[in-house]
């Protein structure tokens, strides 16, 4: 099998079939249509293994997390997801993974409605970069530098069950049976807040997706809105998982410094309180615990029961 027959069986039909395409995978890039009244929004995100995802990691599991990691970009945007291109680099044509690969990106992509328009494949060390584009009416984008002072802050789900599962992986957190699971799963295949990102537009006066740790992102966002937050440590939503392998103590260390957790942070005006809720509500999800209050200042304060705590340092590829 040559490139071409590669790409053609793998990657020329993935995902969801989109009308707005008129033209997908096979020429020299792709068309598709953005409707009036609304912008374009784009990310990208690289994967490297050993890096990223550890070297073992099942073919399915690097698929759905390539796409996974962009979505959750995007759903902190407020935006819908559309379109995808795949920038794929791998040491050698191996099918069983191709095929594993191609089901896991498609699963989500197909979850999500976005369709496959395009991508480069190359030979060298296994390296996945995922454009995705997608749409939000004009103007209404969430972003990081909204924040007030007196906003309440929030954050969905439950923040470092995947950091938690990825150290049983690594082997350094112990633990057995479905609690294991639970936790080795929301590693493996992060699901992202996109619809709740959606909901939050014209609610949340700011929004960031957690991928480095819930501190770190935190002081990304309060810095770009140029003020402080002051989060309650006996606030952060722990997951009964969470609690019973790892123990308050270190249960809490993992929700703060984690990483990989692609829950969405995000503030709203305590006069905005009543629309989240309601969007919370249907939402299903656990979309809304509120974990402390945006204060004039700089930085991040986390408050413990007997004082403040000290930070973890967020994820930083270049970092000391
Ligand atoms: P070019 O040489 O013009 O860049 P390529 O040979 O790289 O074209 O790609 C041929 C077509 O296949 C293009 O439409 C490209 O978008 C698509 N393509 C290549 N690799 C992938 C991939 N991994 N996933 C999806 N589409 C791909
Ligand atoms: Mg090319």
């Given at each position: 099998?040559?490139?071409?027959?590669?790409?053609?069986r793998y990657f020329a039909q993935l995902g969801a079939r989109r009308?707005?395409?008129?033209?997908?995978?096979?020429?020299?890039?792709?068309?598709?249509?953005?409707?009036?009244?609304?912008?374009?929004?784009?990310?990208?995100?690289?994967l490297?293994?050993?890096?990223?995802f550890?070297?073992?990691s099942h073919a399915d599991d690097i698929g759905w997390r390539a796409l996974a990691v962009n979505l959750s970009?995007l759903a902190?945007?407020?935006?819908?997801p559309a379109w995808a291109?795949l920038?794929l680099?791998?040491?050698?044509?191996?099918?069983d993974w191709l095929e594993g690969f191609a089901a896991g990106l498609g699963a989500i992509a197909t979850q999500h409605r976005v369709a496959l328009?395009?991508g480069?494949?190359?030979?060298?060390?296994?390296?996945i970069?995922v454009?995705l584009?997608?749409?939000?009416?004009?103007?209404?984008?969430?972003?990081?530098?909204?924040?007030?002072?007196?906003?309440?802050?929030?954050?969905?789900?439950?923040?470092?069950?995947?950091?938690?599962?990825?150290?049983?992986?690594?082997?350094?957190?112990?633990?057995?049976?479905?609690?294991?699971?639970?936790?080795e799963l929301k590693f493996r295949r992060p699901e992202p807040r996109v619809a709740?990102?959606?909901?939050?537009?014209?609610?949340?006066?700011?929004?960031?997706?957690?991928?480095?740790?819930?501190?770190?992102?935190?002081?990304?966002?309060?810095?770009?809105?140029?003020?402080?937050?002051?989060?309650?440590?006996?606030?952060?939503?722990?997951?009964?998982?969470?609690?019973?392998?790892?123990?308050?103590?270190?249960?809490?260390?993992?929700?703060?410094?984690?990483?990989?957790?692609y829950?969405?942070?995000?503030?709203?005006?305590?006069?905005?309180?009543?629309?989240?809720?309601?969007?919370?509500?249907?939402?299903?999800?656990?979309?809304?615990?509120?974990?402390?209050?945006?204060?004039?200042?700089?930085?991040?304060?986390?408050?413990?029961?007997?004082?403040?705590?000290?930070?973890?340092?967020?994820?930083?590829?270049?970092?000391?």
């Amino acid at each position: 099998m040559g490139e071409f027959e590669l790409i053609d069986r793998y990657f020329a039909q993935l995902g969801a079939r989109r009308p707005d395409v008129s033209l997908g995978v096979g020429d020299d890039a792709a068309l598709m249509n953005v409707p009036a009244g609304h912008e374009l929004v784009a990310c990208v995100d690289t994967l490297v293994a050993g890096q990223h995802f550890p070297h073992d990691s099942h073919a399915d599991d690097i698929g759905w997390r390539a796409l996974a990691v962009n979505l959750s970009d995007l759903a902190a945007m407020g935006a819908t997801p559309a379109w995808a291109t795949l920038a794929l680099t791998m040491p050698a044509l191996d099918e069983d993974w191709l095929e594993g690969f191609a089901a896991g990106l498609g699963a989500i992509a197909t979850q999500h409605r976005v369709a496959l328009v395009g991508g480069d494949t190359t030979r060298g060390p296994l390296t996945i970069s995922v454009s995705l584009m997608g749409l939000v009416p004009a103007g209404s984008a969430l972003r990081r530098g909204g924040a007030r002072a007196g906003d309440l802050i929030y954050v969905t789900g439950w923040p470092g069950d995947a950091a938690a599962g990825l150290a049983l992986l690594q082997g350094r957190l112990q633990g057995a049976g479905a609690d294991r699971g639970a936790l080795e799963l929301k590693f493996r295949r992060p699901e992202p807040r996109v619809a709740f990102g959606a909901r939050l537009r014209g609610i949340a006066s700011s929004c960031i997706d957690v991928s480095d740790g819930l501190a770190a992102d935190l002081g990304r966002l309060v810095a770009a809105s140029g003020v402080g937050a002051v989060v309650r440590a006996a606030e952060l939503p722990l997951s009964r998982a969470l609690y019973a392998l790892a123990g308050e103590a270190r249960a809490r260390e993992f929700a703060l410094g984690g990483g990989d957790d692609y829950e969405l942070l995000y503030t709203v005006p305590q006069t905005a309180r009543n629309q989240l809720f309601q969007q919370a509500a249907s939402a299903g999800a656990p979309a809304c615990h509120c974990i402390g209050e945006v204060v004039a200042g700089r930085g991040v304060r986390v408050l413990g029961e007997r004082g403040e705590l000290p930070l973890p340092r967020g994820w930083d590829h270049f970092g000391p």
